[in-house]
């Protein structure tokens, strides 16, 4: 590591979303060379690790302690620890725990670095065929209070807009996204990136919808919709 090691620093290490290989080598020394791993699930950042042939501590950083664990995280840190921040799968703190960590990290002067590497954000992007030289990434969409208010402010949004779904909501989404911006607006799904059944399907809202209609949606999507 290039500053000294008695100074206390974050890195936040992305990691596979399916394809073991994608783990790059910069982050594996990372890992390796860390005072500990926080992780969102010691079990399942545990088997990576085992498959990596690295051992370090591990610490657990969900979304069910983040906020009571991470003032001691940070004190950790400002006395000199090197953490390596992780998730389950892809870049830390995008739809997962990470931000609170990071923030507070920034307010205590804690260097902060994050490495580049595994997300499914931007092949399902480049891969959907829209335009991609402008876009918004909107996460997961309220499930419940809120959802077809935050449609109806997408309705007219010109970049072309990313989502994260899960299986068992993908199909009523589709359904919903095309009430909402019209039958006809193109987008793209794809699910299980990077592994074994990674799919891609392309085509208008109504026609996606129809297609997870006819096969049982699994794996974990992405949607990307077509701006106004």
């Known amino acids: 590591m290039s500053d000294s090691p008695a100074s206390g620093k974050l890195f936040l290490v992305?990691?596979?979303i399916g394809n073991l290989e994608d783990i790059t080598v910069r982050a594996?020394?990372?890992l390796a060379e860390a005072?500990?791993?926080i992780?969102?699930?010691t079990r399942t950042s545990g088997k990576l690790l085992q498959l990596l042939g690295i051992s370090r501590p591990m610490i657990s950083f969900h979304a069910h302690n983040e906020h009571a664990v991470t003032a001691r995280l940070v004190e950790r840190m400002v006395a000199?620890?090197?953490f390596a921040l992780v998730s389950d799968a892809g870049t830390p703190a995008i739809s997962d725990p990470g931000f609170l960590l990071v923030r507070e990290a920034v307010k205590q002067n804690v260097p902060v670095e994050c490495l580049p590497g595994a997300t499914a954000i931007i092949p399902a992007l480049v891969n959907s065929g829209l335009p991609c030289d402008r876009f918004t990434f909107e996460g997961f969409l309220p499930v419940k209070?809120?959802?077809r208010t935050r449609m109806e402010e997408l309705r007219t949004?010109?970049?072309t807009m990313v989502f994260y779904e899960s299986p068992h909501r993908i199909l009523r989404t589709l359904t919903e996204l095309a009430a909402a911006f019209g039958p006809l607006r193109q987008a793209s799904v794809s699910r299980e990136i990077s592994k074994l059944h990674e799919e891609t399907v392309r085509g208008t809202l109504e026609e996606l919808a129809e297609h997870f209609k006819a096969h049982v949606p699994r794996g974990e999507f992405v949607l990307c919709v077509a701006g106004a």
């Open 28 to 30: 594996k020394r990372i």
């Open 80 to 82: 000199g620890e090197r």
């Open 145 to 147: 209070k809120g959802r």
């Open 39 to 41: 992780a969102e699930d």
């Open 14 to 16: 992305p990691t596979p």
């Open 157 to 159: 949004e010109a970049r």
């Open 35 to 37: 005072d500990a791993v």
